[in-house]
């Protein structure tokens, strides 16, 4: 090597302590396999619906008024049927859309009467914001299943499983994604849901609203039942485990390819 020669860096392979660190590092890359959440699918659109249905990851539905209204659904009972004749054999929650308690009650017997795989979906408080606890204690006992929805707080939980307590099979939908909304961390706050329904071994769980697909991972560290995911992050399974440089090449190229479409020039 002449004197003006610099030696090129050399690449240090891993230490026996860093390899180790890679290994189980590696070996704690989440696998969809692995997750005991089950997944419900959350939307209104038919086909989706129909397509989702043979997929053996999804393990239930669920649908509201305002992913109905945002596939232009008009008729709500006919989409429903069409819905749990295509579906018959996994849970499916619709909700009642009144203001009124003893309306929603009337609409949930109806709901209930369309399948035994129906789950009546009832808010935890009305627009007013007047307790539903009484309603859902009600129909719990006259063994219509239940997803208490819109829950947010901790105390709603706790109320909620007990209205529903003694009734049959039933769903308590915590929106954790709104919680996060808040600048709350969602995790411990699910965890102490987790904590509140152990006791009752018919109710279940259900982490709502999730933001991104970490949250079914999350759903599972904590002991969630059930996670609803919509068909936007359903959709970015397959990069669940994905090799992160390999990821990173591809995100240059979107750039790089975005850039040339546009006819960027400087």
Same mark, same amino acid.
């Given at each position: 090597?002449?004197?003006?020669?610099?030696?090129?860096?050399?690449?240090?392979?891993?230490?026996?302590?860093?390899?180790?660190?890679?290994?189980?590092?590696?070996?704690?890359?989440?696998?969809?396999?692995?997750?005991?959440?089950?997944?419900?699918?959350?939307?209104?659109?038919?086909?989706?619906?129909?397509?989702?249905?043979?997929?053996?990851?999804?393990?239930?539905?669920?649908?509201?008024?305002?992913?109905?209204?945002?596939?232009?659904?008009?008729?709500?009972?006919?989409?429903?049927?069409?819905?749990?004749?295509?579906?018959?054999?996994?849970?499916?929650?619709?909700?009642?859309?009144?203001?009124?308690?003893?309306?929603?009650?009337?609409?949930?017997?109806?709901?209930?009467?369309?399948?035994?795989?129906?789950? #009546?979906?009832?808010?935890?408080?009305?627009?007013?914001? @007047?307790?539903?606890?009484?309603?859902?204690? +009600?129909? /719990?006992? =006259? !063994?219509?299943?239940?997803?208490?929805?819109?829950?947010?707080?901790?105390?709603?939980?706790?109320?909620?499983?007990?209205?529903?307590?003694?009734?049959?099979?039933?769903?308590?939908?915590?929106?954790?994604?709104?919680?996060?909304?808040?600048?709350?961390?969602?995790?411990?706050?699910?965890?102490?849901?987790?904590?509140?329904?152990?006791?009752?071994?018919?109710?279940?769980?259900?982490?709502?609203?999730?933001?991104?697909?970490?949250?079914?991972?999350?759903?599972?560290?904590?002991?969630?039942?059930?996670?609803?995911?919509?068909?936007?992050?359903?959709?970015?399974?397959?990069? #669940?485990?994905?090799?992160?440089?390999?990821?990173?090449? @591809?995100?240059?190229?979107?750039?790089?390819? +975005?850039? /040339?479409? =546009? !006819?960027?020039?400087?």
């Amino acid at each position: 090597m002449s004197d003006n020669e610099q030696p090129q860096a050399q690449f240090n392979p891993l230490t026996p302590e860093q390899l180790a660190w890679s290994k189980s590092v590696r070996s704690c890359v989440p696998r969809i396999a692995d997750l005991k959440v089950k997944i419900f699918a959350d939307g209104a659109d038919t086909a989706g619906m129909l397509e989702l249905s043979r997929n053996p990851l999804i393990k239930g539905f669920t649908t509201n008024p305002t992913l109905m209204l945002k596939e232009g659904i008009t008729d709500y009972q006919a989409f429903a049927l069409d819905i749990l004749q295509a579906i018959p054999d996994r849970p499916i929650s619709f909700e009642v859309f009144s203001d009124d308690f003893a309306e929603m009650e009337r609409q949930a017997r109806k709901i209930a009467g369309w399948g035994e795989n129906v789950y #009546v979906k009832i808010p935890v408080t009305n627009t007013l914001g @007047e307790s539903s606890m009484k309603l859902v204690q +009600d129909l /719990a006992q =006259a !063994g219509v299943k239940l997803n208490v929805t819109a829950l947010t707080a901790l105390d709603q939980v706790r109320d909620a499983s007990a209205a529903l307590a003694g009734g049959p099979p039933a769903f308590v939908s915590v929106f954790a994604g709104r919680v996060a909304d808040t600048g709350r961390d969602p995790v411990p706050h699910m965890a102490a849901a987790v904590e509140l329904v152990r006791r009752y071994p018919d109710i279940e769980l259900i982490w709502a609203s999730p933001r991104e697909l970490l949250n079914i991972f999350q759903a599972d560290a904590v002991g969630c039942h059930i996670i609803t995911v919509t068909s936007d992050i359903l959709k970015k399974l397959h990069l #669940v485990g994905k090799n992160l440089h390999e990821y990173s090449l @591809e995100t240059v190229k979107m750039f790089h390819d +975005d850039a /040339a479409k =546009a !006819g960027y020039t400087l």
